[in-house]
C-alpha cells in the first residue's frame, strides 16, 4: 500500500483538486496506520514509545491526564515533535521514535500522525478511540491540576 500522507493529492480532470469529506480521509489516512488500543497503548508506553496528549485544555481539565503523556496542543504538535526542529520537545529524540497520539474519540491523531509520519516519524500512530477508550478500560488517569501536567513540556 502506498501511504496517502505522502502522494500526491489526486486531481479532477479539469486539474482541481479532488475533494473527499472528513470520513473518506479517515478512511484513507487510516489504512496505512497501525492503529491501537488502549492496552496496546499502555504497553507500548512500558516500552518506551511517546503517549502524546493532543487534548485542549478544558477537555484535559474536566476528563484527567494519562499518567507520563506529553501534552503538546494539536496546533503546535510538529514543532514539538520534530526531532529536526528547534522548537521540539525534549521527547523528540529521533525519527525512530515510536508516538501514539491521543485526542478525546480518535478523530483528529489519526490526521495527526499521518502529519507526523509526513515529517518522518515513521512509527507514528494513534490510539483508537482516543483518551475516552483508554478511560473506559480503566487505565490510569490522572486529575489535571495545579499547573503541573503530565508530560508538560513547558
Do not use: K
Request: net charge negative; aromatic share 4%; proline share 5%.
Amino acid at each position: 500500500m502506498t501511504d496517502p500522507a505522502v502522494t500526491e493529492q489526486a486531481v479532477t480532470e479539469r486539474g482541481e483538486p479532488e475533494r473527499v469529506g472528513i470520513d473518506e480521509l479517515l478512511e484513507q489516512v487510516r489504512e496505512d496506520l497501525d492503529r491501537i488500543g488502549p492496552r496496546e497503548a499502555a504497553e507500548a508506553a512500558a516500552d518506551g514509545a511517546l503517549l502524546v496528549d493532543i487534548r485542549y485544555a478544558a477537555l484535559r481539565e474536566r476528563d484527567g491526564l494519562i499518567p507520563g503523556a506529553l501534552v503538546v496542543e494539536r496546533n503546535e504538535l510538529e514543532w514539538r515533535l520534530d526531532p529536526q526542529g528547534s522548537h521540539r520537545a525534549r521527547e523528540a529524540t529521533s525519527h525512530d521514535l515510536r508516538v501514539v497520539v491521543i485526542c478525546n474519540e480518535g478523530y483528529a491523531s489519526s490526521l495527526a500522525a499521518v502529519s507526523l509520519r509526513r515529517l518522518g516519524l515513521h512509527r507514528a500512530t494513534d490510539l483508537v478511540g482516543g483518551f475516552q477508550a483508554w478511560r473506559a478500560e480503566g487505565l490510569p488517569v490522572v486529575a489535571a491540576g495545579d499547573g503541573a501536567e503530565a508530560g508538560d513540556p513547558s
